[in-house]
């Protein structure tokens, strides 16, 4: 157990419909991290945020947003779904927001998002 | 960001060392060497990260060359449980976001 929850595990949806992941990081992790795993793309980097800002952006689409509220939790919103959405969402957490010593990310069980 | 190049898979016996190559020849002198796993579709896994020196916990070693455009990931004895997709991630200092390549898939066997 990471100490990273995400909820729910498991999404089905309809193409066209929103969505929103949550994520809760480990105790005293300030920075939050956001990752797609899809079969034909492998893991992918979407997005950071450090202590409520954003930080680093990868290849999020401009039809999904991220944010951190100051309790640290983060959520993830997926709007006008297509099919090629369908993936394995992380998230991780992790203590500061750059690389280094004590710093390695901790990734949660991931929500399975299923778009027909 | 490093570009590597791992080997697709590699199969290793059980109880006996497993040792996972990473090429790394594009690295900057401020881009650690992280090592991450994952098991079949779970969240993946910190296993050990590196500067200059030779690194060990209690997972792992991570060797890395002089030169820093090599390294190679020890774990000491494989057990089936580590059976995973290997990443090896290079990542700077002041961006902590880790691009994921194909890795390579070991796999334990009895």
């Known amino acids: 157990d990471s100490g990273v929850t995400q909820t729910p595990k498991h999404l089905i949806t309809a193409t066209g419909q929103r969505v929103t992941l949550r994520c809760s990081p480990r105790?005293?992790?300030?920075?939050v991290y956001w990752y797609q795993q899809s079969l034909d793309q492998g893991l992918q980097f979407l997005i950071q945020y450090y202590n409520g800002e954003e930080r680093a952006k990868g290849n999020i689409l401009e039809r999904f947003s991220a944010q951190q509220f100051p309790d640290l939790h983060s959520e993830l919103n997926l709007s006008s779904l297509e099919l090629g959405d369908s993936a394995l969402y992380f998230c991780a957490s992790s203590v500061e927001a750059g690389a280094g010593r004590g710093n390695e990310q901790f990734f949660g069980p991931g929500t399975r998002l299923t778009v027909l | 960001d490093a570009k590597t190049t791992q080997p697709t898979s590699m199969d290793c016996a059980e109880g006996r060392a497993a040792n996972l190559p990473c090429n790394h020849s594009?690295?900057?002198?401020?881009?650690?060497v992280y090592w991450y796993r994952q098991i079949h579709s779970q969240g993946p896994q910190y296993i050990i990260h590196?500067?200059?020196n030779n690194e060990t916990n209690e997972m792992a070693s991570l060797i890395i060359t002089e030169d820093r455009k090599s390294s190679t990931l020890i774990l000491p004895h494989a057990t089936l449980r580590d059976t995973a997709v290997y990443y090896c991630i290079p990542t700077g200092r002041g961006a902590n976001n880790l691009f994921f390549g194909t890795g390579t898939r070991l796999t334990v066997i009895p």
């Open positions: 105790s005293g992790d300030l920075s």
């Open positions: 590196g500067l200059k």
């Open positions: 594009t690295i900057s002198g401020n881009e650690y």
